[in-house]
């Protein structure tokens, strides 16, 4: 019997399946100091000790998509080792703050399966949480990633799709941030004095700035998460592949737009919820990302009048600037787009 291990591929699957992700990790303040050197996410409550006490936090908490990135690094050599491509997202709820020297764990349960027409993969659904040392959950997400078969002449399970909400109800949104005193929140330091009145739906903001991605630096960040999918550094393999070279972690692109989003939305201060999002087209190494983003809902959130949430439509692209909002191409998306990320954000009131 092996000792190493190859990975689950889609033929180890089964509806029902639980796993219990290994290993525990506990998110340091260098892990954050790292993570902003590679993204370089400005939000002020995240950025400041000082800042996220006034306002009411006992200190700057984790970057949301740190605590998301962290969580999924854990399910994927369990899940999706043996990945073509993780597809998308969608009832991702952000359960409350995780804080430097906070230990996170991952369990998912299996909740979809489909073999591809070419029998060569298939898709596999799983829900995935993270929870922390003390065993309160802090994230809850489903995610669905295509996963190569180990013989493609093997039986296919009963197709099964689980039934997921259009968007993450405004009512679930409230437990992912504690109350603030917007008394005490300095919108000057902040970066912007626009708070929840000022936008309005189907408002469109470009987010102006770019940002290229250096192959080390995708790299680095995907190793930070303790995430070994083979495509994202394995050039060996990955020369004999579908591209010819490393693919880029889906997950590198939206930390990248959501730090651009700053520009334009340096309030919206912490992700509540993602209600979907699709990964359009892969990014490599070399290429520029750009972002914009439009206002799809507003909500004010039950008890509460300090924050407001936002729905945003944020959307990337690669080599092309989004003065335009580029998105759609005739009735194909447009070839630039490589993310459509659809997410709940608490802003001040």
Same mark, same amino acid.
């Not at 799983?126 to 959950?137: E, I, P």
């Not at 909400?165 to 626009?194: K, M, N, Q």
């Not at 737009?257 to 919206?268: E, Q, T």
């Given at each position: ?37 590679? @993204? ?22 984790? =970057? ?24 998308? %997202? ?8 995780? %804080? ?27 829900? &995935? ?21 180990? =013989? ?32 005490? %929140? ?5 970066? &912007?004095?626009?708070? %929840? ?8 903001? =470009? ?76 990014? @490599? ?47 194909? =998306? ?16």
């Amino acid at each position: 019997m092996t000792k190493t291990s190859a990975g689950n591929f889609f033929e180890d699957f089964r509806i029902g399946q639980e796993i219990r992700h290994a290993t525990p990790r506990t998110v340091t303040a260098g892990d954050v100091a790292l993570y902003n050197g590679l @993204f370089g996410a400005r939000f002020a409550v995240q950025s400041s000790d000082a800042f996220a006490a006034a306002i009411g936090f006992p200190r700057a908490p984790v =970057d949301d998509l740190l605590v998301f990135h962290v969580v999924f690094g854990k399910t994927v050599p369990d899940i999706s080792l043996n990945a073509v491509a993780n597809l998308g %997202y969608a009832d991702c709820r952000f359960l409350g703050p995780v %804080y430097p020297g906070d230990t996170l764990n991952a369990v998912s349960e299996v909740i979809g399966l489909r073999e591809t027409s070419n029998r060569k993969s298939g898709v596999v659904h799983v829900r &995935s949480t993270g929870f922390r040392q003390d065993g309160t959950r802090v994230l809850d997400y489903v995610r669905w990633v295509m996963v190569r078969k180990r =013989d493609e002449a093997a039986p296919a399970p009963e197709a099964a799709a689980p039934a997921l909400p259009e968007a993450v109800a405004p009512d679930a949104l409230g437990a992912a941030c504690p109350p603030i005193d917007t008394g005490a %929140y300095d919108f000057a330091l902040a970066g &912007s004095p626009h708070r %929840y009145g000022d936008y309005a739906v189907g408002e469109r903001i =470009d987010h102006v700035d770019g940002m290229t991605v250096e192959e080390a630096e995708h790299q680095i960040a995907t190793r930070l998460y303790q995430n070994t999918a083979r495509v994202h550094f394995n050039q060996f393999s990955e020369s004999q592949g579908r591209f010819g070279r490393r693919l880029i972690y889906g997950g590198h692109v939206i930390s990248l737009a959501r730090a651009l989003s700053f520009n334009g939305l340096a309030n919206a201060f912490r992700i509540a919820a993602i209600n979907g999002g699709r990964h359009v087209a892969p990014l @490599f190494a070399g290429d520029t990302v750009f972002a914009w983003s439009e206002v799809l809902a507003r909500a004010e959130l039950s008890g509460r009048r300090d924050l407001g949430a936002l729905r945003l439509r944020t959307v990337a692209t690669k080599d092309q600037p989004c003065r335009e909002f580029p998105l759609r191409s005739g009735e194909a =998306d447009d070839p630039a787009v490589i993310l459509d990320l659809d997410y709940w954000v608490l802003i001040p009131r």
